[in-house]
């Protein structure tokens, strides 16, 4: 019996008999009993209501937040991938399928993912050639049909195909599949493309599906050359393709079900779509709700499209329990139910709003700590002033390129001009003064020079951050390193330069640059070239308004071909070419290639190779530029060379100590195995080989038909194998001597010829220059750390100099203090020195003193120090003395350098032995001073104490004595005991520390 059935009892009348004034008095004290316990009853049973609503919403909220978290991480996997496409690397189907297993492991909430290329009408056959190539024979571009079926894609200007897909197991049927020819499809992927971000589809049935569940497709846009262009133009002009998430919705639901979720029914729609499509789970709906029946709403937001997630409880489930209510009716406790009840509503609301409080203030801080990270983990270099130039925030990359830490920048105002070039620091400070008056540019370029002296050109994109009246308040400032880049462009500019094809560079038909194989072609100057209009390139008029036609053309597809151009050249002279033409993103410039065609046979292919070699020479230049070490240039070498040209295979061979070639770095086109390469034995001395004849010959050597030349040797099984039909060896140099041979093969018979042998000697040099880059930055890491040992050592006899004593001293001094040990520094200069110069001779004096310091040094303890200031003075060192046996220790020490030093020295077989003495005068650390230049003018003074009485002292040695150490000046009487100052201030310090503590 529930609160709801005792209300009757509220209202019904109660007969009072008239005559009987006792029962009157209890009815009179029953009504407001009963009407207390009803009113009682009520309240319990609506809290009941209540608690079966908050487990249900409970349990809702409990079964919705993992699939956020779910939906998060997959997205997560998809922006990884698109990450990688994004470097420019490019990949096969080997390389995706490794790149996307770990995204794709076991419970994650990813049914596939694909690669979807861009790809124009005229490069189709291309592209559907290498994937059957690559083992998918029967691999086409496909589309759906009016009844559905998958078929043949017609012809359209663009495809958007499944190039990759993993897992391929399901989901094979999805290859070549023009994702574009859906209209869900294209929506999503044009909202992608324009915007730069992901971009999700409503629901789809997917090509591979087997079963009845809707599904959705996210697309990460990938451009060209990296990065999101900054207009919607330019990123449709760059766009290269698309990496594909595909979900089922049903997936995503079972994979973040909790236990109790039975209990629930969940349904989501998807609030972008028309009305008669917006259910996305159950695929059936389950009918209009009953009335009364409760729900949650959660909206998500999925790759920028929203959607609404409904719980709803199963039947009977989360039912209110009516026991309370009853009890409280029954048991009659009216006044303390009430009040117990009270109580429990206001700490429940005191508790509701004490925990919102606590997830308010951890969503604060994840937003903080995730703004930090994504700071953090931001390809460049970025950083934030404030107004006055003060930096507040350094982020990790900055901190690895700088060599400066956070703590060690942050609130130094102007610091970050002592990272720019002091010629660029005055066109920096106008870009800060532009931030000032709230005018900032949005992109600059200079360089940054770290901590070690490197020196690196960044391209910077600011941001101005304003306060609450709008004033300027920080500045964003984010770097991305473009030095190789730059190097690049540069590298590519000379290349072209040295091409024998003739490159023109116009904008609105008039030219702008042309390379010297144009201009030789032309028998034109460059100044009266450039600014010309293009009619002057051609023969006649009807040439220039053929090419003029094939315009549109070129803004249509981005690139043209033109064949048979006769150009107006020279002397009557009119040379006829094959004209290629490309694009550029800008829509009015474009680059173009002439190439000569004039003898006509055999020059088509002859041209279409030298393209090829000539893209490989220019991505060969630009993996050496990315390579620090010598296994990194070749590998990255070789692999540019087999990627976009006809090479099947490319290795680097090395001759060892025994005249037999090494493979040192290889790469093969279409993944051959060329584990054959590992036990090649072929011997500089062998006639065959192409390897050994440049290696010999210093040069190149050309075997055009490899297979007829290798046909009896022990290497013709695996040639033919790899079809390896000719060959073009290359000598590469290092330092100017021959250091390896770089090995070229193609598939045809005859495949090289001049201007491909020219190009790949001009990688061989390019490979050489690099490693030699190389050696040059060892060789001068080498020298800085020579020079620097050089600039702490006496050159005469080999001991550290001034400059090394006094970084030594410091360091002695600072580990006495933290070891509470003692050290002695001592001055030293011969005695009779100056007459072994006057009658040998200063070569006989420089020989006694060097003999002197390696005997010296060869007495002393391995923890004491010997170095000379200059002339015949030298600086002694003696560390960890005890303080307890300080004057033993000491004693042994000198007597000991004392003998190297008056030992007779022989300067040569016409000379007599010769004897020098020697003064020396000591100070303690720390009893005599704590400074390290103050010790030595103290031992200095000692020193000099004892030369000026040399005659009457009966030591060769003394302390600085109390005045000494007071004034720093001589002050010991002749014949005093040299170890009486030092006994006194040693007692001195045995009576403080044995002295007992009250």
Not at 571 to 600: I, K, M, N, Y
Not at 930 to 955: C, I, P, V, W
């Amino acid at each position: 019996m529930g609160s709801g059935d005792f209300a009757p009892l509220a209202c019904a009348e109660l007969t009072i008999e008239p005559a009987s004034r006792r029962l009157g008095a209890w009815a009179k004290s029953f009504i407001p009993a009963a009407l207390i316990a009803v009113a009682a009853a009520a309240v319990v049973g609506r809290h009941e209501n209540q608690d079966a609503d908050r487990r249900f919403r409970q349990a809702a909220a409990q079964r919705i937040a993992p699939l956020r978290d779910r939906i998060r991480a997959a997205l997560d996997g998809l922006r990884a991938l698109g990450g990688y496409l994004d470097a420019g690397g490019g990949v096969d189907a080997a390389q995706f399928t490794r790149l996307t297993a770990p995204l794709l492991a076991h419970g994650a909430p990813l049914q596939a993912l694909e690669w979807i290329p861009r790809v124009a009408a005229a490069q189709r056959a291309r592209w559907v050639a290498a994937a059957r190539a690559g083992g998918l024979a029967h691999f086409d571009f496909t589309a759906r049909d009016a009844r559905g079926r998958l078929v043949a894609e017609g012809a359209r200007p663009e495809y958007d195909p499944v190039y990759f897909v993993n897992p391929l197991a399901g989901n094979a049927k999805a290859l070549g599949f023009d994702v574009a020819s859906s209209p869900t499809r294209r929506a999503a992927m044009i909202k992608a493309m324009r915007s730069g971000r992901m971009a999700a589809t409503a629901r789809i049935d997917l090509v591979q599906e087997t079963s009845n569940r809707y599904g959705f497709l996210v697309f990460r846009p990938v451009y060209a050359g990296g990065g999101v262009p900054p207009t919607a133009a330019q990123r449709a002009r760059t766009l290269s393709g698309y990496a594909l998430g595909v979900f089922r919705v049903a997936d995503l639901l079972t994979g973040a079900a909790p236990a109790h979720a039975s209990r629930l029914r969940l349904e989501v729609l998807d609030d972008d779509a028309p009305p008669g499509r917006r259910r996305l789970y159950p695929m059936a709906s389950a009918g209009a709700a009953a009335a009364g029946t409760r729900a949650v709403r959660a909206s998500l937001r999925v790759a920028g499209r929203r959607w609404t997630v409904i719980a709803r409880p199963a039947p009977g489930a989360f039912a209110p329990h009516r026991a309370a209510s009853t009890a409280v009716l029954v048991l009659g406790l009216l006044a303390a139910a009430l009040w117990s009840l009270a109580a429990r509503q206001r700490a429940s609301r005191m508790a509701a709003i004490e925990h919102a409080v606590d997830v308010r203030t951890r969503d604060l801080d994840e937003q903080r700590a995730f703004s930090s990270a994504i700071f953090d983990c931001l390809g460049g270099v970025g950083l934030v002033l404030d107004r006055d130039g003060a930096i507040v925030r350094f982020n990790r990359a900055a901190e690895l390129f700088t060599g400066y830490t956070q703590a060690e920048v942050q609130g130094r105002p102007l610091f970050w001009k002592t990272l720019l070039p002091p010629e660029e620091r005055a066109a920096a400070e106008a870009v800060f003064h532009a931030f000032e008056q709230g005018r900032l540019p949005t992109h600059v370029e200079h360089h940054w020079i770290g901590r070690d002296g490197d020196r690196r050109l960044f391209a910077w994109t600011h941001t101005v951050l304003a306060d609450a009246a709008g004033a300027p308040r920080h500045r964003v400032a984010m770097g991305v390193d473009v030095t190789d880049r730059h190097r690049a462009q540069q590298l590519q500019q000379a290349l072209l330069e040295h091409t024998s094809a003739g490159l023109l560079i116009t904008r609105r038909r008039a030219v702008v640059a042309a390379n010297g194989a144009m201009l030789n072609m032309l028998g034109i100057a460059q100044h009266a070239l450039v600014g010309a209009p293009a009619r002057v390139l051609y023969a006649d008029d009807a040439t220039y308004a053929r090419v003029g036609a094939a315009y549109d053309a070129l803004r249509r597809a981005g690139s043209l071909d033109v064949p048979n151009v006769r150009l107006a050249g020279s002397g009557g002279d009119e040379p006829l070419c094959d004209v290629r033409a490309q694009l550029l993103p800008d829509g009015e410039t474009s680059v173009w290639t002439f190439t000569d065609v004039t003898a006509r046979e055999g020059q088509a292919l002859r041209a279409l190779r030298a393209q090829g070699v000539y893209r490989a020479l220019v991505a060969a230049a630009q993996s050496l530029l990315h390579s620090a070490t010598e296994s990194g240039m070749i590998t990255r070498l070789c692999q540019s060379l087999v990627l976009g040209s006809e090479f099947s295979a490319v290795w680097l061979g090395r001759p060892d100590a025994g005249g037999v070639f090494r493979v040192v770095g290889r790469a093969s086109a279409s993944n051959q195995d060329l584990s054959f390469l590992d036990a090649l034995r072929v011997r500089v001395t062998d006639e065959g080989p192409a390897i050994a004849q440049a290696w010999r010959a210093h040069g190149v050597a050309v075997h055009q038909d490899n297979l007829a030349l290798q046909a009896k040797s022990r290497y013709a099984a695996e040639l033919r194998r790899l079809q390896w039909a000719s060959t073009l060896a290359a000598v590469v140099d290092r330092a100017g001597r021959p250091w390896g041979v770089l090995v070229y093969v193609a598939r045809q018979v005859g495949w090289f010829d001049d201007t491909s042998r020219e190009a790949c000697e001009q990688v061989a040099a390019l490979l050489g220059h690099g490693l030699d880059e190389l050696d040059r930055k060892a060789a001068l890491a080498d020298l800085q750390r020579s020079e620097s040992r050089r600039a702490r050592t006496d050159p005469l006899t080999g001991l550290p100099n001034r400059l090394a004593l006094g970084e030594h001293l410091q360091g002695a001094l600072a580990r006495a203090l933290r070891r509470g040990t003692l050290v002695a520094v001592g001055v030293l200069d011969l005695d009779d020195f100056k007459p072994v110069n006057d009658r040998y001779g200063h070569p006989a004096g420089d020989e006694l003193l060097g003999k002197l310091a390696r005997a010296m040094r060869a007495r002393l303890r391995g923890a004491d120090y010997l170095a000379r200031l200059g002339g015949d003075e030298f600086v002694v060192l003696f560390e960890d003395i005890d303080e307890r046996r300080a004057l033993d220790d000491l004693r042994t020490a000198l007597e000991r350098l004392h003998t190297a030093v008056e030992l007779p020295h022989e300067l040569g077989p016409a000379r007599d032995a010769v004897r020098v003495g020697m003064t020396m005068g000591l100070a303690l650390y720390p009893q005599h001073a704590t400074e390290a230049d103050a010790l030595l003018r103290m031992a200095d003074a000692a020193m000099y104490s004892g030369k000026t009485h040399k005659f009457g002292r009966n030591q060769w040695w003394s302390f600085a004595s109390g005045a000494e150490a007071a004034a720093g000046a001589p002050g010991r009487a002749p014949g005093a005991n040299p170890f009486d100052a030092a006994d006194r201030v040693l007692a001195r310090c045995s009576d403080v520390r044995d002295a007992p503590v009250d």
